[in-house]
Nanobody
């Protein structure tokens, strides 16, 4: 599975961005997720989508502001980011997990495939 993330950029606080992640190669993974890594910090979970039932789960820090969605026909997952804050500045990575179980779905180690990352910068 190859993942290609795009859509990052520079935006002012309060603005919006939409990230896209296109998966190619094998069939749809059970879970797709977004993680992010800010300078000097560890990579952290942002949101995930379980294709079956379109179940979603969010980190508390983005709940109510970010929305993850997917288009299975296009093998694409999106992250709509609204009301952006300077603390959202990070490199955002998409990930795919063919064998993820729900209890571990927010853990990096559960995901086998990773995209290259796209930079999101939110200015104050």
């Amino acid at each position: 599975v190859q993942l290609q993330a795009s859509g990052g950029g520079l935006v002012q606080a309060g603005g919006s961005l939409r990230l896209s992640c296109v998966a190619s190669g094998r069939t749809l993974s059970r879970y797709m997720a977004w993680f992010r890594q800010a300078p000097g910090k560890e990579r952290e979970f942002v949101a995930n989508l379980k294709w079956s039932g379109r179940t979603t789960y969010y980190a508390d820090s983005v709940k109510g502001r970010f929305t993850i969605s997917g288009d299975s026909a296009k093998n694409t997952v999106y992250l709509q980011m609204d009301s952006l804050k300077p603390e959202d500045t990070a490199v955002y990575y998409c990930a795919a997990g063919p064998s993820v179980i729900q209890s571990a779905s927010a853990s990096q180690s559960a995901y086998a495939y990773w995209g290259q990352g796209t930079q999101v910068t939110v200015s104050s």
